[in-house]
């Protein structure tokens, strides 16, 4: 079958399939115009002499009609397939042939006997049906010649055979416009074929399409999935890792209240710092969660830069000597309109971030004005950022040169909490770098147009007074319970610790409580939320209450926000806690 398609110069299977159909759509509706056309002929041509020959020449175009018509339905019926397409070629060879034959045979029917003018109507029929069947049968080229071989041997032979030499030249003529014919068939069957390869290569340029989509949802889906699993994993390894570092801390701050000889004071000095490290690690943790769960509070208002610019320098600046390197911090007098809170955490992470990865040299932060706005910049002639990473380094936990995972390098959260923020603020980070000559961070913030009234005060630290108040503790971890007794007890409170929301209600039955200090997640099913709300519909309304949370999981952080009651995050250090009793306690 494919050799009889190459002897027919014929295009590959389906391309042929899609021209046939559509060759044979073309035949029924050219059923019809034969009649009237047949009518024409027949009035003008019949004299007496011709009327058996023009009336079977007649019947003979319509038999052969209807057999066109009988095979195109049979063959769309569902016949045609790619096993038989080439069968049905050759069929149409046959068919389109011998009908050639029938309509030049109305030559040898009417010639004999026929006027000038019936000689012109012979010519005209046989030459516009042979327009039409090139029209119709072109899209499959053998088809078409089989119909025009025929058809001009059959009219050549009988202008041949007349006596008059005038029919020679007809019959020339004859040649010249089926060859032409051919030429143009041969145009319009190209144009049809590369139609129906062109669609066909949408489709498969479509179904590519659909794969690549379908493999690019199957690895977002799975991307999310590993997402969620890991936010889940973190959520419950930062909770489990909250637990104990809180009671540590609380302990600890115990203990430093207890008389120690120097050497234990250095023990406990350094205790400390290893729980404050891994109390920024968790807090880093905290942040990026937070802003994962869209739970990030923006509060704008005017503020000055520079006195953000000398807390860095307070703080940050022993961490750069400690490295051997310079930290400089340009004076600035711009006003910017923005979260005070929020760019002194994009810019404490960014500092840092740029003294981690800088080994010699220094760290320089200034600022410039673009307009109506400030462009806040940390230089550093650090290891540098190659340029297929400058993007990827504002993704969670993508660090770069910590092969090692040193600890001190951070989590690799920074740049992302710093990038998640400034999407929060509708303001714009780049980032651009030299690999090992180093990178400068810039961020834009908007110029206050309000007067500045006053710049945040600086934190004070206050003597811690006694409270004279009883607190109800609850919590399900016995660390923690121990650790809040012994340190509200410091603090000259009566406390009961209790671990469910029973025993709450057993302990406020005897007496209610001034004020309630209840972890977020209990045990099942219930909360703190819900733990307060029940103690509070047993003892008063408005009894004062703060919520403490381990939970980073964005859903959960939302849930406890909803609760519009106080909320603090483990490990709490001594001095919030006090600070946010003193608070929810009336001053």
Same mark, same amino acid.
């Given at each position: 079958?494919?050799?009889?398609?190459?002897?027919?110069?014929?295009?590959?299977?389906?391309?042929?399939?899609?021209?046939?159909?559509?060759?044979?759509?073309?035949?029924?509706?050219?059923?019809?115009?034969?009649?009237?056309?047949?009518?024409?002929?027949?009035?003008?041509?019949?004299?007496?002499?011709?009327?058996?020959?023009?009336?079977?020449?007649? *019947?003979?175009?319509? !038999?052969? +009609?209807? &057999?066109? /018509?009988?095979? @195109?339905?049979?063959? #769309?019926? =569902?016949?045609? *397939?790619?096993?038989? !397409?080439? +069968?049905? &070629?050759? /069929?149409?060879? @046959?068919?389109?042939? #011998?009908? =050639?034959?029938?309509?030049?045979?109305?030559?040898?029917?009417?010639?004999?006997?026929?006027?000038?003018?019936?000689?012109?109507?012979?010519?005209?029929?046989?030459?516009?049906?042979?327009?039409?069947?090139?029209?119709?049968?072109?899209?499959?080229?053998?088809?078409?010649?089989?119909?025009?071989?025929?058809?001009?041997?059959?009219?050549?032979?009988?202008?041949?055979?007349?006596?008059?030499?005038?029919?020679?030249?007809?019959?020339?003529?004859?040649?010249?416009?089926?060859?032409?014919?051919?030429?143009?068939?041969?145009?319009?069957?190209?144009?049809?074929?590369?139609?129906?390869?062109?669609?066909?290569?949408?489709?498969?340029?479509?179904?590519?399409?659909?794969?690549?989509?379908?493999?690019?949802?199957?690895?977002?889906?799975?991307?999310?999935?590993?997402?969620?699993?890991?936010?889940?994993?973190?959520?419950?390894?930062?909770?489990?890792?909250?637990?104990?570092?809180?009671?540590?801390?609380?302990?600890?701050?115990?203990?430093?209240?207890?008389?120690?000889?120097?050497?234990?004071?250095?023990?406990?000095?350094?205790?400390?710092?290893?729980?404050?490290?891994?109390?920024?690690?968790?807090?880093?943790?905290?942040?990026?969660?937070?802003?994962?769960?869209?739970?990030?509070?923006?509060?704008?208002?005017?503020?000055?830069?520079?006195?953000?610019?000398?807390?860095?320098?307070?703080?940050?600046?022993?961490?750069?000597?400690?490295?051997?390197?310079?930290?400089?911090?340009?004076?600035?007098?711009?006003?910017?309109?923005?979260?005070?809170?929020?760019?002194?955490?994009?810019?404490?992470?960014?500092?840092?971030?740029?003294?981690?990865?800088?080994?010699?040299?220094?760290?320089?932060?200034?600022?410039?004005?673009?307009?109506?706005?400030?462009?806040?910049?940390?230089?550093?002639?650090?290891?540098?950022?190659?340029?297929?990473?400058?993007?990827?380094?504002?993704?969670?936990?993508?660090?770069?040169?910590?092969?090692?995972?040193?600890?001190?390098?951070?989590?690799?959260?920074?740049?992302?909490?710093?990038?998640?923020?400034?999407?929060?603020?509708?303001?714009?980070?780049?980032?651009?770098?030299?690999?090992?000559?180093?990178?400068?961070?810039?961020?834009?913030?908007?110029?206050?147009?309000?007067?500045?009234?006053?710049?945040?005060?600086?934190?004070?630290?206050?003597?811690?007074?006694?409270?004279?108040?009883?607190?109800?503790?609850?919590?399900?971890?016995?660390?923690?319970?121990?650790?809040?007794?012994?340190?509200?007890?410091?603090?000259?409170?009566?406390?009961?610790?209790?671990?469910?929301?029973?025993?709450?209600?057993?302990?406020?039955?005897?007496?209610?409580?001034?004020?309630?200090?209840?972890?977020?997640?209990?045990?099942?099913?219930?909360?703190?939320?819900?733990?307060?709300?029940?103690?509070?519909?047993?003892?008063?309304?408005?009894?004062?209450?703060?919520?403490?949370?381990?939970?980073?999981?964005?859903?959960?952080?939302?849930?406890?926000?909803?609760?519009?009651?106080?909320?603090?995050?483990?490990?709490?250090?001594?001095?919030?806690?006090?600070?946010?009793?003193?608070?929810?306690?009336?001053?």
């Amino acid at each position: 079958m494919t050799r009889q398609r190459h002897i027919l110069r014929l295009p590959d299977e389906r391309v042929l399939l899609e021209l046939l159909r559509l060759l044979l759509g073309n035949v029924a509706p050219s059923l019809l115009p034969i009649f009237p056309l047949l009518a024409v002929v027949l009035w003008m041509m019949d004299n007496g002499s011709n009327t058996l020959g023009l009336w079977l020449w007649a *019947t003979l175009v319509v !038999v052969s +009609r209807l &057999v066109h /018509v009988f095979h @195109a339905r049979y063959a #769309l019926g =569902g016949d045609l *397939t790619g096993a038989t !397409v080439t +069968r049905h &070629v050759w /069929v149409l060879i @046959a068919i389109n042939g #011998l009908d =050639g034959a029938i309509w030049a045979g109305l030559a040898w029917a009417g010639l004999n006997s026929a006027t000038v003018v019936g000689t012109a109507l012979v010519m005209a029929v046989i030459a516009g049906v042979t327009a039409n069947a090139m029209a119709v049968t072109c899209v499959v080229m053998p088809v078409f010649v089989a119909f025009a071989t025929c058809a001009l041997a059959c009219l050549g032979l009988k202008l041949w055979l007349m006596p008059d030499p005038a029919y020679m030249a007809m019959a020339l003529i004859s040649a010249v416009y089926v060859a032409t014919l051919t030429a143009q068939g041969r145009n319009g069957a190209k144009v049809a074929t590369d139609a129906i390869n062109l669609r066909f290569e949408n489709l498969a340029l479509i179904e590519r399409l659909r794969i690549e989509t379908d493999k690019a949802q199957a690895a977002h889906r799975k991307a999310e999935h590993a997402s969620q699993a890991k936010t889940r994993f973190l959520a419950a390894a930062s909770h489990d890792l909250r637990q104990p570092i809180h009671a540590q801390g609380l302990f600890l701050e115990v203990l430093s209240r207890s008389p120690l000889s120097a050497e234990q004071q250095d023990i406990l000095a350094n205790a400390r710092a290893t729980a404050e490290t891994a109390t920024g690690m968790l807090g880093t943790l905290l942040d990026f969660s937070r802003i994962d769960a869209g739970v990030v509070d923006v509060r704008r208002s005017p503020f000055h830069l520079q006195p953000l610019l000398n807390k860095m320098d307070r703080e940050l600046a022993p961490q750069a000597v400690a490295r051997g390197l310079v930290l400089r911090l340009r004076e600035t007098h711009a006003a910017i309109d923005s979260d005070p809170v929020l760019v002194e955490m994009m810019l404490r992470n960014l500092v840092s971030n740029a003294i981690r990865y800088t080994v010699r040299g220094g760290v320089l932060v200034g600022c410039r004005k673009r307009g109506d706005d400030t462009v806040l910049e940390v230089w550093d002639t650090g290891i540098g950022i190659e340029p297929d990473q400058l993007k990827a380094v504002f993704r969670e936990f993508h660090q770069l040169g910590n092969p090692e995972r040193d600890r001190e390098k951070g989590l690799g959260l920074g740049l992302a909490i710093v990038d998640g923020l400034a999407r929060a603020l509708g303001h714009e980070l780049s980032v651009r770098s030299i690999p090992g000559r180093g990178s400068v961070f810039r961020l834009r913030l908007p110029n206050a147009h309000a007067t500045v009234v006053s710049d945040p005060p600086q934190a004070v630290v206050r003597a811690v007074r006694r409270l004279d108040v009883h607190v109800l503790v609850i919590d399900d971890d016995a660390a923690v319970r121990h650790g809040m007794q012994h340190l509200l007890q410091s603090w000259g409170c009566d406390c009961t610790a209790v671990e469910s929301v029973d025993q709450a209600l057993a302990a406020t039955a005897q007496r209610c409580p001034d004020l309630i200090i209840s972890d977020y997640r209990l045990r099942d099913p219930d909360t703190g939320a819900q733990a307060i709300a029940t103690v509070r519909a047993h003892c008063c309304q408005q009894l004062p209450a703060l919520l403490i949370t381990g939970d980073t999981a964005p859903e959960r952080l939302r849930e406890a926000l909803a609760s519009n009651i106080p909320l603090l995050h483990k490990p709490v250090s001594p001095a919030q806690l006090y600070e946010q009793m003193v608070h929810v306690l009336g001053g």
